[in-house]
């Protein structure tokens, strides 16, 4: 298998250019990290499944190649969807606790001549999205398709891991991280689940299994994987102090692949380790915001003068761009409290995470459409082609406002505790050098 | 009055802007020879606004798994150890003095 494969089909870079436009859209920040570059061939990926539809998004958009999903028929009960799902490739798979008849030997069939082909398969192996961060039991179907795939001949298959990291599933324009992890390459690593002499198919129920436990591993090595979100919770902030630790200046940004991969490495620590850990971060943390900090800003060290630059800079950008926000802040102000409004109906995360995308683009959508529209009547095609361009750019503007003005507050504040706290501030950066200690001693 | 006085500023100045950034950004691209950059400038110069949108359209997205280019020398030697360490491909006494030189490099907080 050569590059070659890699060379992508129409169809491909505009699914891989819509997944752009929309993550982008969805969220602040995507950190990919790859631990191994796709070199083409047939290639399984497997990942953790919290959001129905953000989830195989996001892997269209961090992976170098367009999967075909395997997904619950039921998706293709609805009309527009199925064409959707159809154009993208996806494969059906029926689960028995699904009503309405059928077998899933046309969708092991599709997934062998589609890893016959080279292709990209992506299958979510726990079988159901999951509000708690770590890994449920896997299905076996990943393991049977590879399996099955061999024992049909095609040879070269590699499952690749991926985990997905949410910051807040459920809030528009938050953070999220994907980490692709490295792929077991199955024919070097065969003997491992097949006992020697033993049938090398789908229907060897002890290679099934192990190969499924292998696939977990893997799994659990690159997605979210602990306790509880609280556990979660309190080692990303520990690995957030570590790589705060490492960077050029406090002030940068965490990269987030690096930052979830290292408090994944901690989660899987004994336990006496991670409570030992846990512990010393709860208390530099509480120590922390009883004085109103955090540690990115006991960190920064901002002074009255950096403050007052700052605010020199947030006020010039604020007023060249206002009109422009203005404008898009006339656009976009009902689609926004009709997301907003979504936000507060009761449901589960995981359901949120699909809902919330999924109205915004439609209200975005038809709300734009209905701005072009009108422009197209009153200006014809080149004022909408105009506007069509334009109306990015304003809501842009208002995304840039909004910001600036959240930084010129957050530094305000953090200068104005950091004077409040200058007296403490001996004995806080004391106990971040305890903290850092606990944690560089557990990695 | 004073929408009459704004409406241009609105609509002029981004579509200026977004045509200067339609050549800046084809005359800088690498994976572009240099006909075709000459070609999507010109389309962008004559016909201003649809030229864009083309443009646009037919550009590729960043890759976003190329280089992690937020991490900095150190965060990505502590990925790439514990990679090695989970792995099994390193053992105790060359992890630990590994994990000592990228902590050592570290600045004082």
Redesign the interface.
Known sequence: MTRAVVDQSRRE?LI??LA?LLVRGVYRR??????EEDEGGPRLSVSNHFGGFTDPLLLV????RVPRILARDVIWRTPIVRSIMNWAGAIPVHKPEDRGAGSNDVMFGSAYSALAEGSHLLIFPEGITRDEPSIAPLKTGAARIVLGARANGVEGIHIIPSGIHYEDKASLRSSVSVL?G?SIDIDATIDDYVASGGDESPENHAAVRSLTDAIETELR?VAPDFADWAEARTLTVGAEI??R????D?R??I?L??RD??AG?LG?KPAATKSRVVGAIDRYTTELSNMGLDDAQL?SGITGRQFLLRSVVSLVLTLVLM??AL?GAAINWIPYLLVKAVGFLRMAPAMMSTIKPLSAMLVFGATWGLVLWGVLHEYGG?GA??A???MP?YLASVIVVVEAVQVLWTSFATWRRLRGARSSEDLL?AR??EV?DVL?EA? | MGEFT?LP???AV??YL?IGFTIFDAARRSDLVASRKALWIAVAAIVP??G??LYLLNR??D???RG?A???A???N??AL??Q???GAIDDDAFALA?RR??AG??E?
């Open positions: 870079r891989r250019k752009g995507v950190d990919v990290f790859r631990m958009y961090a992976m170098p692709v490295r090595r570590v790589l630790t490492l960077s050029d406090p940068d940004e990269p692949a690096g991969a290292l490495h899987r960190l009109p422009f404008v080149r082609a105009l069509g361009l334009l750019l950066e971040r050098r850092l560089v990695i | 704004l500023y609105v609509v981004p579509a977004v606004i649809l864009t949108l590729p997205f890759d976003p798994g992690p937020s991490m900095n150190r965060t990505t502590l990925t514990l990679e360490r989970e792995a994990k990228i902590f570290a600045p907080s």
